[in-house]
């Protein structure tokens, strides 16, 4: 992967907040599993890559937080990730996060067409009906599981935990939150993840979910507080005091694709019959070829071609 570089006023304002990581925890004994997210500089460095506008940021944005909060379920060398396919003009989506904490996607209309201004962060009209697929890809495992349901709220929070619920009968809980400051410019990206364990009380996900809505804004809360002894940590013992906190680890979260230049020349020199021949007697030279996950563009030479192909 090509990271693009960000501009320094950008640098200069990332450098002010505290890193990307995931803060996980348990409540009740450990009968709830959590999981705190700060990705502002993760969503910088995709919104530089896939060129994103605001509305584009905030829909893919909220899509690899949440498949990096997925990544709560993940051990080893494990993959987690979800598409959306989708009547609306977003039209879908498919991210990807390692138990590494690499997340990657892309949407499928960049930029999403829109008739008029944004009147709300309502994703709703975006997405229209649709289905949502989760695949987790296990270490060793010869192929992945997957799972598929429909969605009914346009919103990839909600119908993410609806997934969850519906699919593994796991009650689960979603918070996502992207922020911008009145220039258009990202100002705090986070999100909250919460799931109740097998044998859990019933109960205990509406007692827990009251307790997170009292929360301030995640991103507005990354936003504004710079200073380090004004930990993540802070704000889950202090929004869940009632429910004995205990905290479990911090991982490092951020935006990379192990895609390579070497890669898609070993795929163009594998290139047979009418595909190959096209390519050395047309071209385009140079012929450029896009990774969708990244947006990483690769260029390949005339002489470099012919080299691999004749």
Known sequence: MIQKTLTKTRETYLKTLQPDRIDRF???DGTIR???LHGTRMLESMRANHETGILETYILGHAYMAAGLLTAMLKG???IGFSIECAGPVKGLTVEASASGDVRGFLYQNPVPIEAPLESFDMSPFFGPGFLTVTRTLEGARQPVTGQTMMKNGSIAKDLANHFLESEQMPTLFFLSVQFDRQGELAGAGGLFLQ???GADDNLLAEVE???CSMPSIGQWFADHKDADDSPADLIRTTFSDFSPRMIGTDDIG???PCERSRFLDFISSMKGETRESILNEGPFPLEVVCHNCATVYAFSEDELRKVLA
């Open 77 to 79: 060398r494990d993959k």
């Open 196 to 198: 109740v364990m097998p």
């Open 34 to 36: 959590g999981s705190l």
């Open 26 to 28: 348990l409540l009740k």
């Open 210 to 212: 009251a307790a997170a």
């Open 255 to 257: 935006f990379f694709c």
